[in-house]
């Protein structure tokens, strides 16, 4: 199973999201997420973490809060498990990335852009700041999430 991160950067109310339109045979074509990617031989959640986040934007994290963990199972061919981050608190300077365009966009208007159904079961846990570290499944059949658990049990989502 693919290991990979993902990152939300926070600052007056919105979040840093990558709009992925750069890169040939994306999964995550055209879609917005945050910042991250796969893990290397030998990282940990976090070392995976604090580098693609500051090969994507150019930041260097200083304070972080390692969230949760997404499991994704497409179809029957393809599984990811995604450590999730929120961060607060960063140094440098934003740089132009080579998966797609960076933005900051408003944490209210988020589940307005084409994103996975899934993103935004977690993007309520993420917002919800005493939300303890949770481990989520999430299921998908095509583009369209199917099944959804929390920490073991089945949880109701919304269709967007």
Same mark, same amino acid.
């Given at each position: ?86 961060? /607060?608190?960063?140094? +440098?300077?934003?740089? @132009?990335?080579? *998966?797609? %365009?960076? !933005?900051? =966009?408003?944490?209210? $208007? ?27 499944? /999430?299921?998908?059949? +095509?583009?369209?999430? @199917?099944?959804? *658990?929390? %920490?073991? !049990?089945? =949880?109701?989502?919304? $269709?967007?």
């Amino acid at each position: 199973m693919k290991q990979t991160t993902l990152c939300y950067l926070e600052k007056d109310g919105r979040y840093l999201m990558l709009h992925r339109t750069k890169k040939a045979n994306d999964i995550n074509h055209d879609k917005w997420i945050g910042v991250g990617g796969k893990f290397e031989p030998g990282e940990t959640p976090e070392q995976c973490m604090l580098r693609e986040v500051w090969e994507e934007t150019g930041f260097t994290v200083t304070k972080w809060n390692y969230r949760g963990i997404v499991t994704f199972y497409l179809d029957e061919s393809y599984g990811e498990s995604m450590h999730l981050f929120s961060c /607060l608190e960063w140094t +440098g300077t934003q740089k @132009v990335c080579d *998966e797609g %365009d960076l !933005e900051w =966009i408003d944490k209210q $208007k988020l589940t307005t852009l084409p994103m996975w159904e899934g993103d935004a079961v977690f993007l309520k846990l993420v917002n919800n700041p005493d939300e303890p570290f949770f481990n989520l499944k /999430l299921v998908y059949h +095509g583009e369209t999430l @199917v099944s959804a *658990e929390k %920490d073991g !049990e089945p =949880i109701q989502f919304s $269709k967007r």
